[in-house]
């Protein structure tokens, strides 16, 4: 009998499709200006660092719950920030190891299989989609509620959305919200980049505005990779429904899934200290308002990107010709086909490069035609 093999079900990982993209930017004189991934680049705040090292005599096994203190200071983050119940308690709080992993096993911890059906955004992060195919699970990606078909065991939203920028309205999450309240799916909300919103308002799926009190069925799914420049700490946590919680708790003891306790302790100090958050919120609209207007001078168009790290712009030709068109500028970006179903017309720019390197790029794309 042959082994059956899981990777052979999975696409081509997007990144290694653009090596010959990267190659040529590489090559230019003044070397690469990488926009396409999320990565930060500015340093993890002291505070941050102090603590892990603070912490770092951890002889024990820690909790895959996390420490108490760890899951009070997520609940008042949520509550303080974000507008959630204040009726919660701890039973609502899992830290996760980085966020990735979350998106990726959460479709398998919760049970799902070949007949059930993840919904998704039609741009996306892949991540969604590869967790479906990890189980064999049906994957409908669709702009909004009234495009769902059947009935949905998850639906994954993201707001502000990887890679667009895209920013649910108050009213978009209420239907999202009501959609699985109809159907009894689980309402996964990733909301990874909603510490920065440079037009409107982002708004929890736990914000009371949006579920009345009520989060039976909904999970806010949050990272400190972002935020806080924690994205080497692989930490983040779910807070909502605490059945799904504890269910997820329960899979998560049998597997192993343990946060450390020196990144248990960085992530409370993390979440306590808003300044930093701030300060890195300042140097990302800078960025923006370097790249942006130097990509409409160029001939882009950005649509969305009211949040996020990402501008999400098109030149009105295949993404494909526009990755090679900044290619030979030296800036490398990600083709708009990594998130959406076949082509498209867009690219993911990313605001994840020092003010050095986003001038750079500025300057390149006054050389574009």
Request: charged share 20%; hydrophobic share 40%.
């Amino acid at each position: 009998m042959s082994r059956r093999t899981v990777s052979a079900s999975l696409p081509t990982f997007p990144w290694d499709t653009i090596a010959d993209a990267k190659a040529k930017a590489q090559s230019h004189p003044d070397g690469i200006v990488d926009l396409s991934v999320g990565t930060p680049v500015d340093l993890t705040p002291q505070v941050v660092t102090e603590a892990l090292a603070a912490a770092s005599d951890a002889h024990g096994y820690p909790q895959v719950w996390g420490t108490p203190a760890l899951r009070a200071g997520i609940l008042d983050h949520m509550t303080q920030v974000w507008g959630a119940p204040t009726h919660l308690d701890q039973t609502s709080v899992l830290p996760v190891i980085g966020t990735k992993e979350l998106v990726a096993s959460l479709p398998s911890q919760l049970g799902l299989g070949p007949d059930s059906t993840v919904v998704i955004p039609a741009c996306a992060y892949p991540t969604y989609r590869v967790g479906a195919q990890l189980v064999g699970a049906t994957v409908q990606a669709v702009d909004g509620p009234d495009e769902v078909e059947g009935v949905p065991d998850l639906i994954w939203i993201n707001s502000p959305a990887n890679p667009s920028g895209r920013i649910l309205d108050l009213d978009q999450m209420r239907a999202w919200v009501q959609l699985a309240r109809d159907t009894g799916a689980v309402l996964a909300s990733d909301e990874c980049y909603g510490e920065f919103v440079w037009e409107g308002e982002c708004v929890s799926v736990l914000d009371e505005r949006v579920n009345g009190g009520d989060v039976t069925g909904l999970l806010a799914c949050l990272s400190m990779s972002k935020r806080s420049n924690m994205a080497g700490y692989r930490a983040g946590f779910l807070v909502g429904d605490a059945d799904l919680t504890s269910e997820l708790l329960t899979v998560r003891k049998h597997c192993g899934l343990m946060v450390p306790v020196p990144v248990a302790e960085a992530m409370r100090v993390a979440l306590a200290d808003r300044s930093h958050v701030l300060e890195q919120a300042k140097r990302y609209r800078v960025r923006r308002d370097v790249l942006k207007p130097a990509l409409e001078r160029a001939g882009f168009r950005i649509d969305h990107s009211e949040g996020s790290l990402y501008l999400w712009a098109t030149h009105d030709e295949d993404c494909r010709v526009t990755l090679d068109r900044l290619a030979d500028l030296g800036i490398l970006c990600s083709p708009g086909d990594f998130y959406v179903d076949g082509g498209s017309d867009h690219v993911r720019i990313g605001l994840t490069a020092t003010d050095e390197r986003i001038n750079a790029a500025a300057q390149r794309l006054s050389e574009c035609h």
